[in-house]
């Protein structure tokens, strides 16, 4: 009724802008912020290659025949097998590096801005990879004891990071004592920790009929104790040294149930810490039994992707579908990589520069946490196995490899950027381009990501459907050079250009100066 208008306009306005939208994700965002695991920029760190120890002399007696000891300079090849050991003589080649020599490199993964520290297994084994442990409870001498993990995560915390290591629960190590022990007694109390038989090569059911890593028989309980559900276990002791996390070795092999059972455990010891799987499976169904899995199919979409061997559309069609299916909060918990230490370099497979820097665009920008392996910040190089597991090379950061700078300027970008960090993720609709949004509850958060892989300049106009976005707004370029012609948003369109081989990254100028912004009522 006409007679009731005045009533509602005698009511003070209200200074809550929030929107219902806002109103049903009060809070999402700001937990998201409070979960260290979401978001994250993980350093991956191979102790051994590392960075070299301060006292090698001293440590020499460490790596008896047939392991051998190489110059920092020296880089790793192809080697023979060697069959009294049932390995490759590239496993058993070490360069020296151990836990206090990293703890020494610290102020360089601070400096990149990363907010985790990764270990390749540390465990006492045989070989330089550590996959073959003999026995998990002790740290390998070459590297370390436990009480140099306690000081590493110490000064890891010290600097506002955490820290993630490596475990490989699947198998252990053909030289491991209760290995041993159980092939050769049938009565041995471990006999059942492991599966004997004669149709297994070698005596034993081993991961992927590699005869040195016979695999664990989870099904027992004794194992399961040891490994994660009993307070002195593996997993939980490590936790209490400071430990924050593990990265899980060939998860998809452990199994949903198992995996469960395990994350639970950790959860229980430290509430908040991280149980991430290598599992290259679809992700879909592997939540909740880890918090994060290890972006497989990702990395080799972004990588076909930029080396032009896969079209924008089913790109678009197919990281669409892993999202949505996967989940938000687990694609942010979930690392995205590049390369690591069973893949070849970064610079090898995409040689290209500008067709790499892309696809480190999109790594930094996609939901996710960002897993850097060590040297990639100043484009080592390397194929296969081993060569991708060379030492560190100090001398490209000394030198300040424009790839350093790059690195850390898309680093602090994810910093300087809440969205890129703990936001949703919706497409732009573009006509030839990559576009993608990355969003919060706040206005002034959005982040827009236009791409273009192919080989020549593309100008469109592509739609943001944000209801926040003012028209008329100001886009800021994030990365690109200075000079580059004015974007504005005009009633939800954009014209905007993207060079061949990069990437344009937006965000809103919600305050211009002059003293008026439409944004005000809009948060």
Not at 62 to 79: A, C, H, I, V
Not at 475 to 493: H, K, N, Y
């Given at each position: 009724?006409?007679?009731?208008?005045?009533?509602?306009?005698r009511h003070a306005p209200t200074m809550d802008y929030a929107n219902r939208f806002d109103r049903e994700l009060a809070g999402v965002f700001e937990t998201?912020?409070?979960?260290?695991?979401?978001?994250?920029?993980?350093?991956?760190?191979?102790?051994?290659?590392?960075?070299?120890?301060?006292?090698?002399?001293?440590?020499?007696?460490?790596?008896?025949?047939?392991?051998?000891?190489?110059?920092?300079?020296?880089?790793?090849?192809?080697?023979?097998?060697?069959?009294?050991?049932?390995?490759?003589?590239?496993?058993?080649?070490?360069?020296?590096?151990?836990?206090?020599?990293?703890?020494?490199?610290?102020?360089?993964?601070?400096?990149?801005?990363?907010?985790?520290?990764?270990?390749?297994?540390?465990?006492?084994?045989?070989?330089?990879?550590?996959?073959?442990?003999?026995?998990?409870?002790?740290?390998?001498?070459?590297?370390?004891?436990?009480?140099?993990?306690?000081?590493?995560?110490?000064?890891?915390?010290?600097?506002?990071?955490?820290?993630?290591?490596?475990?490989?629960?699947?198998?252990?190590?053909?030289?491991?004592?209760?290995?041993?022990?159980?092939?050769?007694?049938?009565?041995?109390?471990?006999?059942?920790?492991?599966?004997?038989?004669?149709?297994?090569?070698?005596?034993?059911?081993?991961?992927?009929?590699?005869?040195?890593?016979?695999?664990?028989?989870?099904?027992?309980?004794?194992?399961?104790?040891?490994?994660?559900?009993?307070?002195?276990?593996?997993?939980?002791?490590?936790?209490?040294?400071?430990?924050?996390?593990?990265?899980?070795?060939?998860?998809?092999?452990?199994?949903?149930?198992?995996?469960?059972?395990?994350?639970?455990?950790?959860?229980?010891?430290?509430?908040?810490?991280?149980?991430?799987?290598?599992?290259?499976?679809?992700?879909?169904?592997?939540?909740?039994?880890?918090?994060?899995?290890?972006?497989?199919?990702?990395?080799?979409?972004?990588?076909?992707?930029?080396?032009?061997?896969?079209?924008?559309?089913?790109?678009?069609?197919?990281?669409?579908?892993?999202?949505?299916?996967?989940?938000?909060?687990?694609?942010?918990?979930?690392?995205?990589?590049?390369?690591?230490?069973?893949?070849?370099?970064?610079?090898?497979?995409?040689?290209?520069?500008?067709?790499?820097?892309?696809?480190?665009?999109?790594?930094?920008?996609?939901?996710?946490?960002?897993?850097?392996?060590?040297?990639?910040?100043?484009?080592?190089?390397?194929?296969?196995?081993?060569?991708?597991?060379?030492?560190?090379?100090?001398?490209?950061?000394?030198?300040?490899?424009?790839?350093?700078?790059?690195?850390?300027?898309?680093?602090?970008?994810?910093?300087?950027?809440?969205?890129?960090?703990?936001?949703?993720?919706?497409?732009?609709?573009?006509?030839?381009?990559?576009?993608?949004?990355?969003?919060?509850?706040?206005?002034?958060?959005?982040?827009?990501?236009?791409?273009?892989?192919?080989?020549?300049?593309?100008?469109?106009?592509?739609?943001?459907?944000?209801?926040?976005?003012?028209?008329?707004?100001?886009?800021?370029?994030?990365?690109?050079?200075?000079?580059?012609?004015?974007?504005?948003?005009?009633?939800?369109?954009?014209?905007?250009?993207?060079?061949?081989?990069?990437?344009?990254?937006?965000?809103?100028?919600?305050?211009?100066?002059?003293?008026?912004?439409?944004?005000?009522?809009?948060?």
């Amino acid at each position: 009724p006409l007679q009731a208008r005045p009533l509602i306009l005698r009511h003070a306005p209200t200074m809550d802008y929030a929107n219902r939208f806002d109103r049903e994700l009060a809070g999402v965002f700001e937990t998201r912020e409070h979960d260290w695991r979401m978001g994250a920029v993980v350093y991956q760190v191979l102790v051994d290659r590392f960075a070299p120890s301060a006292d090698l002399a001293a440590k020499r007696h460490l790596y008896p025949e047939p392991k051998q000891l190489r110059r920092w300079d020296e880089t790793p090849s192809q080697g023979r097998y060697v069959a009294s050991h049932k390995l490759w003589s590239h496993e058993i080649e070490f360069w020296g590096g151990d836990l206090a020599s990293t703890r020494a490199r610290l102020d360089h993964v601070q400096r990149l801005g990363a907010d985790v520290l990764y270990l390749n297994p540390i465990c006492l084994a045989f070989t330089n990879h550590k996959y073959d442990a003999l026995d998990y409870l002790q740290v390998s001498p070459e590297y370390g004891t436990r009480d140099d993990v306690k000081a590493l995560a110490a000064d890891v915390h010290g600097r506002g990071m955490k820290l993630v290591l490596d475990g490989v629960f699947n198998h252990m190590g053909r030289n491991a004592p209760i290995f041993r022990e159980a092939e050769a007694d049938p009565a041995s109390p471990h006999r059942d920790w492991f599966v004997f038989g004669p149709e297994f090569a070698g005596g034993a059911r081993a991961w992927w009929r590699a005869e040195n890593l016979p695999e664990l028989n989870l099904e027992n309980p004794a194992v399961r104790e040891h490994l994660y559900a009993a307070h002195d276990s593996v997993v939980r002791s490590y936790l209490r040294d400071g430990v924050d996390g593990w990265r899980l070795d060939v998860a998809f092999d452990i199994g949903f149930v198992f995996l469960e059972q395990l994350t639970r455990a950790a959860h229980a010891e430290k509430a908040g810490s991280l149980v991430v799987g290598e599992i290259a499976n679809y992700p879909k169904e592997w939540f909740p039994s880890v918090d994060a899995v290890m972006h497989f199919a990702l990395r080799r979409l972004i990588i076909q992707l930029v080396n032009g061997q896969l079209d924008i559309a089913p790109f678009a069609a197919m990281l669409q579908r892993l999202i949505d299916e996967t989940g938000i909060e687990n694609m942010l918990r979930s690392w995205i990589y590049l390369e690591n230490h069973d893949t070849a370099r970064l610079a090898t497979t995409v040689p290209d520069e500008k067709a790499r820097r892309l696809a480190q665009v999109l790594q930094f920008t996609l939901p996710g946490a960002p897993n850097l392996y060590y040297g990639g910040e100043v484009d080592m190089t390397g194929g296969d196995d081993p060569e991708m597991r060379a030492p560190m090379r100090w001398d490209l950061v000394d030198a300040g490899h424009p790839a350093l700078a790059w690195t850390q300027q898309l680093i602090a970008m994810r910093k300087a950027h809440r969205a890129l960090r703990i936001g949703n993720w919706r497409p732009i609709s573009t006509g030839r381009l990559l576009g993608y949004e990355r969003y919060t509850d706040r206005a002034r958060d959005t982040v827009l990501v236009l791409a273009n892989p192919t080989d020549a300049e593309i100008s469109e106009t592509v739609m943001v459907a944000n209801s926040k976005m003012m028209d008329g707004t100001r886009m800021v370029d994030l990365i690109g050079p200075a000079g580059q012609p004015e974007v504005r948003l005009s009633a939800t369109l954009m014209q905007v250009s993207v060079p061949a081989r990069s990437a344009r990254v937006f965000s809103p100028d919600v305050a211009p100066p002059g003293g008026y912004t439409n944004y005000k009522r809009v948060q």
